[in-house]
């Protein structure tokens, strides 16, 4: 394919493929072709700098600039994010997540403060996390919130945490058939028992029964694709597929779903020339799923491996998917360059797609020799794939709550 | 907040509740943000002064007309409130309402918000409280034209369908969905939905007719992968699976032609995996290595992956010895064997 393509294009370039469609435009391939378009421009203007007599190597990553968006999210949002009013404590884990995958260090202040924030967005009457103050108890923010007090937390912070209260919130908006509905009167899918699963084995609060039926229904999303749809028969989604394949990990049933299956459909949804992925057949690149299809790809090829568990921090780690590629389309198309990642070239960056995008990174970087551009500079912390928590607060976090009990 | 009621954004000139003596006798309840706020969001003075009106109803828990217009300025400011949304259909059903009239609110809402859970939830519970599904095909047609690929959408539809058995015209539907853009995997989702819950794929002679709409497809466009999908798909419920002749056929045929799109190559790589016979095994490795290298060379871990199952059956089923371009192919699957043990 080197040999073939004649033209000016770099190393970095050779392999990526554009979209062929065979003469027959449709809506889809008309859509693609635009992105291909502007994600051409950009990888064209990396080649020119590269030929620069500069001592940066690229790409990089922004650390800098990420910082600085991230704590002026932290110290405020502008109007506009008045429409995410009922998502206060995701905001709340993606800027945390983020500064930590970034390895910022998180000062007594600022952690107390976030503290009281989470704690108002409590509704008692629940038991569950609301999407802020006085908004009822919903599964969604309550696992931001734990995630966050995990990434934030020390033995004092965890222990404040009513885990009786969440345990009777689990038990209230579990449905009998094995799944979980949002909120009390809310939509069911499989977010719902993903976030529930979660916040169950965090807290050591997963009691006999809560999750019974809930691996039967969540292998019933899987589609003929491979991938997973959000309830059964909907269409394979890299977010819902994440959600199905963690929660199956996390309830020791990887082996209950086709893993060949996922496997094959999740590996084909990373775009040929833009490097990213996609979150369905035939859409476009978006930079969380760098998150979501990463991670599927993860945890499916442990369970293809017959292992029992990530060993995360010890050996050799490689994953499937295409790790360098993956690398460039995050740093190089997703970067704003006053910091913060967005989906795609010529959209808005924001703290969501900041979160998923370096989390994508973080996986894609799985050993030291896989990382693209300086090693040092672009670096960012571990996670545990299952959960998207930085490893080491995760494990210092279960180790607290393993070693208490319920009561 | 209340000595300007003149909000830029609103130019119908916009009262403050606090200003409303109607509401004189509520308290507003702030939202509480502590000493030092953390990822404050800066609210505009009417969104504050609606929130704040809006959290103390739900608190008295007030069941009132006001309270209802309450929620409609509300989810206005914003459509992502669960609470409110669940607030106003207790509200609903406490004042009585004719929810006829909500029908034409919430097809507002949609049009406004569509990528939106919330709004897609209230409504599948106003057809539930109805048990009338009359006005939905015809809402989603129109839905799913402004976004083809709406997964809120879809997923309404296809509760609707299941639950009101309105299977009827469905296949024409998608088929119409997939002459317009046969790339919109979410109309040959819906088509398997479709098949399956309408005993297609439980008769064989049914899915070989489904067999040869996807097949021709295919041909129209040999890379997209929706149609390639939805004939895996489809073979899961036929005996002979992957080895469907027809398909087996059609494959051979279109890779005799010159066809190397990666979908076909892939399909005869697993199509080879799943025979009990050995002659297309040799095949096979050279594709994975095929793919690895040249068409699908973005996948080229999974395509190497891939080949350590093709080299394990090679092995296991054959006592032959195979030799001349193995070397290299036998490197690749000892790496890949690694990249397996995490």
């Given at each position: 394919m080197e040999a073939d393509?004649?033209?000016?294009?770099?190393?970095?370039?050779?392999?990526r493929e554009r979209h062929d469609n065979e003469g027959i435009p449709t809506a889809s391939s008309f859509a693609q072709e635009q992105v291909e378009e502007h994600v051409a421009q950009i990888f064209k203007s990396y080649e020119l700098w590269s030929?620069?007599?500069?001592e940066v190597e690229f790409p990089l990553l922004r650390t800098a600039e990420h910082r600085k968006f991230l704590s002026a999210s932290l110290s405020g949002l502008p109007e506009s994010f008045g429409k995410l009013d009922s998502s206060q404590t995701w905001l709340c884990y993606w800027i945390l997540h983020s500064l930590a995958l970034l390895d910022s260090r998180i000062d007594d202040r600022l952690r107390d403060a976030v503290v009281v924030k989470l704690t108002n967005s409590i509704d008692k009457e629940s038991g569950g996390y609301g999407g802020g103050p006085y908004q009822y108890g919903h599964l969604a923010p309550t696992y931001a919130a734990i995630n966050s007090l995990v990434i934030i937390g020390s033995p004092t912070v965890w222990s404040s945490v009513d885990r009786e209260g969440l345990k009777k919130f689990l038990y209230k908006v579990?449905?009998?058939?094995g799944s979980f509905v949002v909120h009390e009167g809310g939509e069911s899918d499989i977010r719902a028992v993903y976030c529930a699963v979660v916040v169950a084995k965090i807290l050591n609060?997963?009691?006999?029964?809560?999750?019974?039926?809930t691996v039967e229904w969540i292998v019933r999303c899987q589609t003929y694709e491979g991938g997973f749809g959000?309830?059964?028969?909907q269409e394979a989604h890299g977010g819902y597929s994440f959600c199905a394949i963690a929660a199956l990990y996390l309830l020791n049933?990887?082996?209950?779903?086709d893993l060949k299956a996922l496997m094959r459909w999740t590996v084909n949804?990373?775009?040929?020339?833009?490097g990213g992925f996609q979150g369905r057949t035939n859409k476009l690149v978006d930079?969380?799923?760098?998150f979501w299809q990463g991670a599927t790809v993860v945890i499916a090829q442990l369970g293809l491996s017959g292992?029992?568990?990530?060993?995360?921090?010890t050996g050799k780690k490689d994953w499937i998917f295409n790790k360098e590629l993956l690398q460039e389309y995050v740093l190089m198309?997703?970067?704003?360059e006053y910091g913060g990642f967005m989906d795609k070239p010529h959209v808005r960056r924001d703290p969501y797609h900041t979160c998923y995008a370096l989390s994508g990174l973080s996986l894609a970087?799985?050993?030291?020799?896989?990382?693209?551009?300086?090693v040092h500079k672009n670096a960012v912390k571990q996670i545990?794939?299952?959960?998207?928590?930085p490893l080491k607060k995760l494990t210092e976090a279960m180790d607290f709550f393993y070693g208490s009990t319920t009561k | 907040m209340s000595e300007s009621s003149s909000d830029s954004s609103c130019p119908d000139r916009w009262v403050f509740y606090c200003d409303r003596p109607e509401w004189k006798d509520v308290t507003p309840l702030a939202q509480e943000e502590g000493p030092s706020p953390v990822a404050a969001i800066a609210y505009s003075a009417k969104f504050r002064d609606v929130y704040g009106y809006m959290r103390a109803v739900i608190k008295n828990k007030e069941i009132s007309e006001r309270a209802l217009e309450l929620t409609t300025d509300a989810l206005e400011l914003n459509p992502a409130n669960y609470t409110v949304w669940q607030y106003r259909r207790l509200l609903l059903k406490e004042l009585n309402k004719d929810l006829h009239d909500e029908f034409d609110y919430i097809n507002q809402m949609i049009e406004d918000?569509?990528?939106?859970?919330q709004v897609w939830h209230h409504r599948m519970v106003l057809v539930e409280w109805l048990n009338?599904?009359?006005?939905?095909l015809d809402f989603l047609k129109e839905a799913l034209s402004a976004d083809p690929k709406n997964y809120h959408a879809w997923k309404h539809r296809q509760w609707v369908i299941k639950t009101f058995n309105l299977f009827g015209s469905e296949m024409e539907f998608t088929e119409s969905l997939i002459e317009d853009d046969l790339r919109n995997n979410s109309a040959w989702n819906q088509r398997y939905f479709v098949a399956l819950h309408t005993g297609i794929l439980s008769d064989p002679d049914r899915t070989r007719k489904e067999i040869d709409f996807a097949m021709k497809a295919i041909l129209k466009a040999?890379?997209?992968?929706s149609s390639w999908n939805y004939l895996r798909g489809l073979l899961?419920?036929?005996?002979?699976?992957?080895?469907?002749e027809d398909v087996v056929d059609f494959c051979e045929k279109l890779y005799a032609s010159g066809n190397r799109s990666r979908h076909l190559l892939a399909m005869l790589v697993d199509i080879a995996l799943e025979d009990?016979?050995?002659?297309n095994d040799e095949r096979a490795l050279q594709l994975c290595e095929e793919l690895a290298k040249r068409y699908d060379h973005i996948r080229e871990k999974y395509w190497n992956y891939i080949a350590v199952s093709v080299k394990k059956k090679i092995s296991s089923t054959s006592t032959t010895n195979h030799k001349s371009t193995e070397n290299e192919t036998s490197r690749g699957c000892e790496q890949i064997e690694d990249t397996v043990n995490l």
């Amino acid at each position: 394919m080197e040999a073939d393509s004649g033209s000016q294009e770099t190393e970095r370039s050779v392999g990526r493929e554009r979209h062929d469609n065979e003469g027959i435009p449709t809506a889809s391939s008309f859509a693609q072709e635009q992105v291909e378009e502007h994600v051409a421009q950009i990888f064209k203007s990396y080649e020119l700098w590269s030929g620069l007599d500069t001592e940066v190597e690229f790409p990089l990553l922004r650390t800098a600039e990420h910082r600085k968006f991230l704590s002026a999210s932290l110290s405020g949002l502008p109007e506009s994010f008045g429409k995410l009013d009922s998502s206060q404590t995701w905001l709340c884990y993606w800027i945390l997540h983020s500064l930590a995958l970034l390895d910022s260090r998180i000062d007594d202040r600022l952690r107390d403060a976030v503290v009281v924030k989470l704690t108002n967005s409590i509704d008692k009457e629940s038991g569950g996390y609301g999407g802020g103050p006085y908004q009822y108890g919903h599964l969604a923010p309550t696992y931001a919130a734990i995630n966050s007090l995990v990434i934030i937390g020390s033995p004092t912070v965890w222990s404040s945490v009513d885990r009786e209260g969440l345990k009777k919130f689990l038990y209230k908006v579990r449905v009998g058939d094995g799944s979980f509905v949002v909120h009390e009167g809310g939509e069911s899918d499989i977010r719902a028992v993903y976030c529930a699963v979660v916040v169950a084995k965090i807290l050591n609060i997963d009691s006999a029964d809560l999750f019974d039926g809930t691996v039967e229904w969540i292998v019933r999303c899987q589609t003929y694709e491979g991938g997973f749809g959000g309830d059964p028969g909907q269409e394979a989604h890299g977010g819902y597929s994440f959600c199905a394949i963690a929660a199956l990990y996390l309830l020791n049933a990887l082996h209950m779903c086709d893993l060949k299956a996922l496997m094959r459909w999740t590996v084909n949804r990373q775009m040929p020339f833009e490097g990213g992925f996609q979150g369905r057949t035939n859409k476009l690149v978006d930079s969380c799923y760098s998150f979501w299809q990463g991670a599927t790809v993860v945890i499916a090829q442990l369970g293809l491996s017959g292992r029992e568990s990530l060993e995360l921090d010890t050996g050799k780690k490689d994953w499937i998917f295409n790790k360098e590629l993956l690398q460039e389309y995050v740093l190089m198309c997703c970067q704003d360059e006053y910091g913060g990642f967005m989906d795609k070239p010529h959209v808005r960056r924001d703290p969501y797609h900041t979160c998923y995008a370096l989390s994508g990174l973080s996986l894609a970087q799985s050993c030291r020799e896989h990382i693209v551009g300086d090693v040092h500079k672009n670096a960012v912390k571990q996670i545990h794939p299952a959960f998207n928590l930085p490893l080491k607060k995760l494990t210092e976090a279960m180790d607290f709550f393993y070693g208490s009990t319920t009561k | 907040m209340s000595e300007s009621s003149s909000d830029s954004s609103c130019p119908d000139r916009w009262v403050f509740y606090c200003d409303r003596p109607e509401w004189k006798d509520v308290t507003p309840l702030a939202q509480e943000e502590g000493p030092s706020p953390v990822a404050a969001i800066a609210y505009s003075a009417k969104f504050r002064d609606v929130y704040g009106y809006m959290r103390a109803v739900i608190k008295n828990k007030e069941i009132s007309e006001r309270a209802l217009e309450l929620t409609t300025d509300a989810l206005e400011l914003n459509p992502a409130n669960y609470t409110v949304w669940q607030y106003r259909r207790l509200l609903l059903k406490e004042l009585n309402k004719d929810l006829h009239d909500e029908f034409d609110y919430i097809n507002q809402m949609i049009e406004d918000s569509a990528k939106n859970y919330q709004v897609w939830h209230h409504r599948m519970v106003l057809v539930e409280w109805l048990n009338d599904p009359s006005m939905e095909l015809d809402f989603l047609k129109e839905a799913l034209s402004a976004d083809p690929k709406n997964y809120h959408a879809w997923k309404h539809r296809q509760w609707v369908i299941k639950t009101f058995n309105l299977f009827g015209s469905e296949m024409e539907f998608t088929e119409s969905l997939i002459e317009d853009d046969l790339r919109n995997n979410s109309a040959w989702n819906q088509r398997y939905f479709v098949a399956l819950h309408t005993g297609i794929l439980s008769d064989p002679d049914r899915t070989r007719k489904e067999i040869d709409f996807a097949m021709k497809a295919i041909l129209k466009a040999t890379l997209n992968e929706s149609s390639w999908n939805y004939l895996r798909g489809l073979l899961i419920h036929m005996d002979k699976g992957l080895l469907e002749e027809d398909v087996v056929d059609f494959c051979e045929k279109l890779y005799a032609s010159g066809n190397r799109s990666r979908h076909l190559l892939a399909m005869l790589v697993d199509i080879a995996l799943e025979d009990e016979d050995t002659k297309n095994d040799e095949r096979a490795l050279q594709l994975c290595e095929e793919l690895a290298k040249r068409y699908d060379h973005i996948r080229e871990k999974y395509w190497n992956y891939i080949a350590v199952s093709v080299k394990k059956k090679i092995s296991s089923t054959s006592t032959t010895n195979h030799k001349s371009t193995e070397n290299e192919t036998s490197r690749g699957c000892e790496q890949i064997e690694d990249t397996v043990n995490l």
